[in-house]
């Protein structure tokens, strides 16, 4: 089942929905013969019945057999608000192989969304931005809730440029619950200053995850003769060299790599970065670390 | 400046391939996505600037490696000359040091116009001296030292050769070969008419050499001499020995010369000479009563001229008692004595005593005594008198063979050494005889019997002569007369007999000068005494294997052979006048006697045209700077494509390095 976490593999199934089912029973049944993770859906430990407690969770057999109210607890077994910040900007529209960034990215939270729905059952919700918010679909656990998101990812095709503060902005007028937030991005821009902007979606003791999406080619530009490079967003070229790519650019990429994730974690936040040439159980572990530890 | 195959410059058109790969090609680079530029800045162009530089140097070697082969392929060249005019010139100095500069001081004179030449040059120019007789002899490498040049025109002394201006257009076109600057040379000589060649295109110099003649003398001056002694080289009989002399006028007033014949350093007769003007004069000893050895022996006049030393006429005679010679002959054949011994015994100056043995009473006579041998018609020979032949000749002896029709029984012709072919019996076909054909008059046996057309020859021999020299052939081409070394000596076979009836040549004239020539010839005799010309080789040995060591002591008393030349030397030069005491590889002692070559002796000079015609400028002055000859000459095209593809092959290898840097660069990339 690894092999469907490959994004190579993932490329040939259209079925965004698929995907994610796919990438989640891989993951769980990779994480069965994994001691360090839990899962949210294992038994944790009996707790005797309190008047309050919501009858669905009393363990009836134990009842039966000893004519006691337990309540059968879970690991997580509290509902998080789970919100995806797709960054559905032109660059994230570059690729170098089968996978482009933005479809790396939709399997992520594709994939997020099904194991937070289905197994977690976390509400999910779903922010797609450029320079603008260009969609939002409102964290819920109802029925129905997946088809939207997913529908939702398909349709957050890239354009334009990305600016955060809007949906930063936007997120905050609907954030009234803590919960765990996911901005997915290539974060082209100054580390501070991404840092700076997405920074405010703590204060109400959101957890936030940044997913750093870099297709290879983007570390490690393979160039062998000068090239003419052409933004995808601003659509401004440039002129490259070999040895340029080789050891100024890869040398600044590195630093910007290393100052976001300082800037994050100074700021509380985690860092993540997902090259799209890997297999997404990176994502799927980190969402797990996190939520565990929330717990 | 030119090219040879400006064809080729078509080819130029292929620079275009590289502007090509270079400049157009590289600018349809397509351009290429990316997520974000914001980690190239614009001072990346600097980086871009570098790379075109360095592709501006690639494309450069590039254009220069097919620029440089197509000027290769071209073939440029510019005018030698022109280049040579400008740039430094070589003096060469040539002093005549032949015989005829004894004159006066013509020499001493040449010397004192070189040396101020040597004076009046530029310090830095590089200068050579050599000195002219029958060859050119370099004296000194071109060289700047003043000292070095003086002293090698100082040591320029009067020699005894003649001078070839040939000889010395032959060794200035040599020297100009390898000469890097153009030449301009000195020739300090008298001018003689009779150094000047036949053909006046032997005279021809270089280009690139400019002649500057200094004559040492402006007109002809008289000159007698003793143009010629006829003299024996053996004597026997004093009183039958002349001694004739020849003198000669050049340029001259008719005039009475004493002319005086010294033996030994004596004056042992003299008479009076009428030479008339300009023309010769005979004088005839009658007598050449020399003692017993060898004698020097000379014929001089009183030249009250400028050049003394022709005055004498050296010569040498070797006075001995009679010599025996042998003939052996079968014991039926009485004639072939005859004929010889009376032919032999009838010239004047024979000095040799006949002796005629039956083959039976010749075995084991000593052979060594007798002057030669001659085997007439004998059928069979003992193998020890055979051998002892074989011996004789081996070690220097000669011998005469006739091979009549006794010898043509035998398959092989004794001491010959050579199988007979096919016996030529003419007096039984149509013809009934065969006349002598062509002869070899340079062979001595033939100097004084060129006519044997006359002969009569009804019987010959066959033999192979591929190993022998065929003095004389009868008209069916037969070998008639063939001369064979043998060792140091000689054998003579003569392809008939002697006895009158296989020919008739012992009753016609022609047969006592043969006779006469063959025996001083087999003999040894004509290679002895006598007189000889400067520069004559002396032949030391006749055979390479023997390694005798033969001795010479020049004029000066000097033995100019070192040891291993004096075992191994066939031949040397006699380079000087006067009297060589000569031991040779067959063991006999000579005392030759070498004298100028007397054309030395005619003063005549080369008439001022011819002088002018051969500056190659009949109207200038003889002297002209090089620079003016350089440009009156036609240019000369130098071709400078070996440059053109030497630095082509250079712009290869750094663009090879430079591309592969290149390259190597785009490999290390991921």
Redesign the interface.
């Known amino acids: 089942m690894q092999r469907f976490l490959d994004p190579a593999v993932l490329a040939e199934i259209s079925s965004l929905d698929l995907i994610a089912r796919t990438v989640v029973d891989g993951f769980v049944a990779g994480l069965h013969r994994s001691p360090d993770f839990g899962f949210s859906q294992e038994f944790a430990e009996y707790r005797a019945y309190s008047p309050g407690d919501d009858l669905r969770h009393v363990d009836w057999n134990v009842f039966a057999r000893t004519e006691r109210m337990y309540l059968k607890k879970y690991r997580g077994e509290t509902n998080s608000l789970f919100t995806v910040v797709l960054d559905a900007s032109n ?2 529209n ?1 690729s170098s192989h089968k996978v482009a ?1 933005i479809d790396y990215a939709r399997y992520v939270a594709a994939s997020l969304f099904y194991l937070a729905i289905r197994n977690q059952r976390d509400a999910a919700g779903l922010i797609v931005f450029d320079d603008e918010v260009r969609n939002y679909i409102r964290p819920s656990t109802r029925q129905g809730q997946v088809s939207r998101l997913l529908h939702g990812l398909e349709m957050a095709e890239p354009r334009a440029q990305t600016d955060f503060a809007k949906p930063i902005s936007h997120f905050q007028e609907f954030l009234r619950r803590r919960g765990l937030v996911l901005v997915i991005s ?1 974060f ?2 100054p580390p501070e200053q991404i840092v700076r902007t997405i920074a405010p979606l703590r204060f109400h003791g959101n957890e936030v995850v940044l997913f750093h999406v870099l ?1 290879p080619r ?1 570390i ?1 530009p ?13 659509r ?9 790519a ?1 050891d ?2 890869q040398a ?2 590195a630093a ?1 790599i290393s100052g976001l994730r300082h800037s994050a974690r100074s700021a509380g936040m985690d860092y993540h970065l997902l090259i799209t040439d890997l297999p997404l159980d990176g994502a799927l572990k980190e969402y797990l670390a996190i939520r565990q530890r929330r717990n | 400046m030119g090219f040879l195959v400006p064809g080729f410059l078509a080819g130029a058109a292929l620079v275009g391939l590289p502007l090509y790969l270079h400049l157009l090609r590289r600018h349809t680079t397509t351009p290429r996505p990316f997520s974000s530029i914001m980690f190239f800045e614009r001072r990346t162009q600097s980086s871009i600037r570098h790379r075109r530089f360095r592709y501006l140097l690639l494309l450069s070697l590039r254009l220069a490696v097919l620029l440089l082969i197509v000027l290769a392929f071209a073939n440029p060249y510019f005018k030698r000359a022109a280049v040579a005019a400008a740039g430094d010139k070589q003096l060469l100095l040539i002093v005549d040091d032949s015989f005829s500069m004894r004159a006066g001081t013509r020499l001493t004179d040449a010397k004192r116009e070189a040396l101020s030449v040597l004076a009046s040059r530029n310090e830095s120019t590089r200068a050579q001296v050599a000195a002219l007789g029958s060859r050119l002899q370099v004296l000194t490498e071109p060289v700047q030292d003043s000292a070095a040049l003086r002293a090698a025109v100082d040591s320029i002394g009067p020699g005894d050769s003649r001078s070839s201006f040939a000889e010395l257009a032959r060794g200035v076109r040599s020297l100009a070969e390898g000469a890097h600057a153009p030449i301009e040379l000195h020739f300090f000589s008298d001018m003689q008419k009779s150094s000047m060649p036949a053909s006046f295109s032997e005279l021809l110099l270089p280009p690139s050499v400019a002649l500057v003649l200094h004559p040492v003398v402006e007109r002809a001056q008289p000159n007698w001499a003793v143009e010629s002694v006829r003299a024996p080289g053996r004597v026997w009989n004093a009183s039958e020995a002349r001694v004739q002399a020849t003198i000669a006028g050049y340029q001259t007033p008719a005039a009475t010369r004493a002319v005086s014949l010294f033996i030994n350093g004596k004056e042992v007769a003299s008479q009076n000479a009428e030479v008339p003007a300009g023309g010769r004069a005979n004088v005839e000893f009658q007598s050449l009563d020399v003692p017993y050895g060898f004698s020097r022996c000379e014929v001089r006049i009183d030249g009250a001229d400028t050049l003394p030393a022709d005055d004498a006429y050296l010569f040498s005679v070797e006075r001995s008692d009679p010599q025996p010679v042998l003939l052996v002959h079968e014991a039926g054949d009485t004639r072939s004595s005859v004929y010889f011994g009376s032919a032999l015994g009838s010239t004047a100056e024979s000095s040799f005593s006949f002796q005629s043995l039956t083959v039976d009473r010749a075995a084991g006579v000593s052979l060594a005594r007798y002057a030669f041998i001659v085997l007439a018609d004998v059928g069979s020979l003992t193998s020890q008198f055979e051998n002892d032949l074989v011996r004789y000749v081996r070690g220097g002896g000669g011998v005469l063979i006739a091979a009549g029709t006794s010898t043509g029984h035998r398959s092989r012709i004794p001491v010959f050494e050579e199988n007979v072919l096919a016996i030529h019996d003419y007096s039984r076909d149509g013809a009934r005889f065969l006349a002598a054909g062509e002869t070899d008059t340079s062979h001595p046996s033939l100097a004084n019997s060129e006519h044997w057309a006359g002969a009569k020859f009804y019987y010959a021999v066959a033999v192979d002569p591929s190993a022998s020299r065929v003095v004389a052939k009868l008209t069916d081409q037969t070998p008639l007369l063939l001369d064979k070394k043998i060792g140091e000596g000689h054998a003579l076979l003569l392809a008939s007999g002697l006895d009158g009836i296989t020919n008739d040549l012992p009753v016609q004239p022609v047969f006592v000068p043969f006779v006469k020539q063959t025996a001083l010839y087999l003999s040894g005799t004509t290679d002895r005494g006598g007189a000889r010309t400067v520069d004559s080789d002396l032949e030391l040995r006749t055979s390479k294997e023997q390694a005798v060591s033969v001795e010479i002591v020049d004029p000066a008393g000097r033995r100019p052979l070192s040891l291993e030349e004096a075992a191994t030397a066939e031949s040397y030069q006699l380079t000087s006048s006067g009297y060589y005491e000569v031991r040779l590889a067959n063991g006999r002692r000579d005392l030759v006697a070498v004298n100028p070559d007397r054309r030395e002796s005619d003063l005549e000079i080369v008439p001022g045209d011819d002088l002018a015609l051969w500056r190659g400028n009949t109207g200038a002055e003889p002297k002209q700077s090089t620079a003016a000859v350089a440009q009156s000459e036609p240019a000369k095209p130098r071709s400078l494509w070996w440059y053109a593809m030497l630095l082509a092959l250079l712009a290869g290898i750094a663009e090879s390095v430079v591309a592969s840097r290149y390259l190597a660069v785009q490999r290390e990339e991921p």
Request: proline share 5%; net charge negative.
């Open positions: 660059s994230m570059y960034k290539d082209y821009g297709d983007e490690r393979d160039l062998d003769k000068p090239a003419i490079l052409v933004d995808l967003e601003t401004e070229d440039i002129e490259v060299t070999p040895e340029y080789r100024t650019y600044r990429i910007h």
